[in-house]
């Protein structure tokens, strides 16, 4: 049974999900020292923000498959020696989603009904009911920056709330858009029109900056600023500011420039409400994380893949059918390769046809070179670390695609310069069979399968039969044979199916022979 541990405190649902598939050992205080000496029993790891996946705990982890983050930031996860390692990462970032958005729309009502401040003046000792006048959010205009996970469930939310919502995101499609009821609109128009605006895009060189001074001093009057998303969308001073200025600007916020927050001019002002980075923290947040990752490592202890991995493209599951059929083809096209191209691999080149183009083909090149590398490396080649490794060994790795798939649905054809020599393969899936339809550009049609020689030689007349005669003596039946060439008399190309193995001393023969160039033995 696989063994998973467990090195930071989730919750038991988490757990649960895994009982019966997987040895769980529940070590929630596991040290740094332990860590290291023990990873390497454990087929899969989950984690919260604790526990560090170093490179060195990374490199000692021989077993390790998965590493799952239960949350959402994994800063304590080294991800380019996961990768280099042949490990997945994933994490559960729609778990925190309802529970940041509901943040949000507690920001919202304390900043529309000043609740923060009233709390405070009650507390105190006062009553200044007049001084609380507050504002209702039916009819008002919510300005979203940023309709992704987060976004779209502030925008569900604010619907009850009987808001009209506009939002800017310019990489959502109209019908995104449209299924939600929302307005795309422009920064600068939502900045104008929004009531209430509230952040919710990821921090990049983009968005860094992307409410400042200027964008501030447009904002409507009274209108509330939220961000729930990361510090320094908002530049702080910038904010602090048109604040002082303007008291009947309002903002909300959860996230910092700098955290924790220290020594802010924010905290002296009233028409602020301050939360500690506690967007996304709930008790049914940390469930879902805990549910969401042990779902997630038990699909990868049973060979399929997860949905969140974060060091290996995805692709949806329309591309991933349609691919489906040909990661055969690139399996048994890989095997040939690194039974035939033997050393000083410099270049790979694949080119994609047909039906198969206008979508990533990354599933299909990662198993190629997975199948390529395998064999040929110690440490373990798999889907995730199968670019870095061909990377690291110095390959150069081109693909392309064409629409001209010739008389078939799609081929993949490839190209490996090893040595000072080269050679070509293409292939094809026709009627659920995986075939080879050219060596080198001479054209051969025959199903991959089983034992296979492919052997070159000089187009004249006897060589066919003299091959067949060394075959022959050494007791080699051969079962199917195609033979290709670009014009009689030159260089053609043989690829049988046989009974039984091409040794290495039916090769030497048949490669002492008159007219015969090269043989190479292919086991699939
Ligand atoms: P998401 O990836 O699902 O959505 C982000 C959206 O932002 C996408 O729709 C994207 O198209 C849009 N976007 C990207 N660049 C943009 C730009 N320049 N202008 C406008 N839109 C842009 O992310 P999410 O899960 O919804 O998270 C949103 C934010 O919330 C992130 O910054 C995340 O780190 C933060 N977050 C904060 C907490 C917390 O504790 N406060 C918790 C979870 C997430």
Redesign the pocket.
Known sequence: MPKVLVADKINEKGVEVLEGSAEIVNNPKITPEELLETIDQYDAIIVRSRTKMTKEVIENAKNLKIIARAG?GVDNIDLDAATDNGILVVNA?QS??IT?AEHAMGLMLALSRKIAIADASVKAGKWEKSKFMGMELRNKTLGV???????SQVVKRSKAFEMDVIV?????SEDAAKELGVEIVSLDELITKADVMTI?????P??KG?ISKEQLAKMKDHAILLN???GGIINEKDLYEALKERPDLKAGL??YENEPLENSPLTTLDNVVLTP????STKEAQRDAAIIVAKQVKEVLNGQTPSNVLNMPLVDSETFQQLKPYFELTKKLGQILVQTTTSNISELNIVYSGKITGRSKEPLTRELLKEFLNPILTEPVNSVNAKSVAKQRGIKLTEGETDDSGNYDATIKINVKYDDKEMTIEGTVENDEVKVISIDDYDVNLNLEGLMGIIKYVDLPGTIGKIGKVLGDYKINIAEMKVGRKSEGGEAVMVIKVDQEITDEVISELESTKDIDSVKSVKL
């Open positions: 959402v970032p925190t989603s940041v920056i940023g309709m992704g996970r987060i976004g800017y995101d310019p990489y959502i919710h895009v990821p921090l990049t983009e968005t992307l729930c998303a990361r959860d996230v980075h506690i967007a996304a």
